[in-house]
Structure formats: structure tokens, C-alpha cells
């Protein structure tokens, strides 16, 4: 089993970049799709962006409010998957936390398709935007 491993998260000001990483404990993240979701205070989860095991392709939220700005990245080599966010902005503040699927090893076709994938959690890493 593997268990994801969120770091990188801290109190930034607006238009700052951040990037947070995921990791791993037990199996490491090569063979899995892992993806990264956020929940602000008060509201629901949602989905940032997701990449399939090889790290070929990857998904990225459809919000505008997002869109252009965050990124997503993977290096096997360290057991890593990388976030990448660009002028952040207080909106973005949230629990950052990422995920990985079954390790299957499969294609998925569509965002929503390799969302549901998602089988292990992390704890979250938290990010604050402020001035």
C-alpha cells in the first residue's frame, strides 16, 4: 500500500509562486496516477490536477480561476510529484492534499475519469495566502 506524503505548504503573500511536493511512505509513487486536491475552509474538496504514472499526461482543473497558473510535475527518480503554483492569490488559500490511485498502471481518458481513481490520501498540506 502507499501512503502519500504532502510538504511544502506555508504562509505566502499574494502573487507569490509555490511549489508543494508529494512523496511517499510504503510503495513508492512510480507506478501510481497521483493527483492533487484542495479544500478552503467552509468549503468542498476539489480537484487541482493529476498526472498519470508515467508522467506523460496530465489533467488540470477546467476552473478559470485556476486556470494558467498551477501545474503539475512528477520525478520518479525521487519518488515525487510536484505542484507547482504561480501568482497565488488569497482565493487559493486551502488544505492542499494529494493522492494516488490503485497503481494499476492504466490509461485514464478524462479528469473526472482519474479523479474517481483516487484510492490513498494524504494528510494535507496547508497553504496561506495573505498580505
Known amino acids: 500500500q502507499v501512503y502519500p506524503v504532502e510538504s511544502g505548504g506555508r504562509l505566502t503573500q499574494p502573487g507569490d509562486s509555490l511549489t508543494l511536493s508529494c512523496s511517499s511512505r510504503?510503495?513508492?509513487?512510480?507506478?501510481?496516477?497521483v493527483g492533487w486536491f484542495r479544500q478552503a475552509p467552509g468549503k468542498e474538496r476539489e480537484f487541482v490536477a493529476a498526472t498519470h504514472w508515467h508522467g506523460a499526461q496530465s489533467f488540470l482543473s477546467d476552473r478559470q480561476s485556476m486556470k494558467g497558473r498551477f501545474f503539475i510535475t512528477r520525478d520518479n527518480a525521487k519518488n515525487t510529484v510536484f505542484l507547482h503554483m504561480n501568482d497565488l492569490k488569497s482565493e487559493d488559500t486551502a488544505t492542499y492534499y494529494c493522492?494516488?490511485?490503485?497503481?494499476?498502471?492504466?490509461?485514464?481518458?478524462?479528469?473526472?475519469?482519474?479523479?474517481?481513481?483516487?484510492?490513498?490520501w494524504g494528510k494535507g498540506t496547508l497553504v496561506t495566502v495573505s498580505s
Open positions: 493522492a494516488a490511485d490503485d497503481g494499476r498502471q492504466g490509461g485514464y481518458e478524462s479528469s473526472s475519469e482519474i479523479q474517481s481513481a483516487m484510492r490513498y
Open positions: 510504503g510503495r513508492t509513487l512510480t507506478t501510481f496516477a
